[in-house]
């Protein structure tokens, strides 16, 4: 996930949270997040997806929490919209005659699975309420 997909829906998530069920237009969150409403709105579309956000279409639609929260785990955000290893991989096929380039991808995969096991469960500590309490 070498893209910023978790901070933008972090940051969407907060947004939510703050609102306390009030609907947010996808133009405010951009405003916000100081992104083009487009990408927001694709966001919105994945986090509706995993049951996170729930929206209304139309002049006065917008979005809102789908649960509350204190349900919504940030390890669970994280591996919901997560795309490849956070680490990042080979761009090409090492040599496979090299002692080193014939296993460095499973190994590099074994560290990286490791890795985000433990990420996983350090973002499973703490929820969206949790998160969302440290903008005063």
Do not use: W
């Not at 609102?19 to 996808?26: I, Q, T, V, Y």
């Not at 785990?73 to 090492?94: F, M, T, V």
């Not at 496979?96 to 014939?102: N, Q, S, T």
Request: aromatic share 6%.
């Amino acid at each position: 996930m070498n893209n910023s997909r978790f901070a933008i829906s972090l940051h969407i998530l907060v947004l939510l949270e703050k609102a306390k069920g009030e609907l947010l237009s996808s133009d405010y969150m951009a405003g916000s997040i100081n992104i083009n409403p487009v990408l927001v709105r694709k966001e919105l579309i994945s986090l509706r997806e995993i049951g996170f956000v729930q929206s209304k279409e139309g002049k006065n639609g917008g979005a809102t929490l789908a649960k509350p929260a204190n349900l919504i785990k940030l390890g669970e955000l994280y591996q919901s919209i997560k795309g490849a290893y956070l680490l990042g991989s080979h761009k090409n096929d090492p040599n496979p005659l090299c002692e080193v380039g014939k296993d460095i991808n499973k190994h590099l995969n074994d560290l990286y699975s490791e890795t985000e096991r433990r990420l996983v469960s350090e973002l499973n500590k703490q929820t969206l309420a949790d998160f969302s309490a440290r903008f005063k």
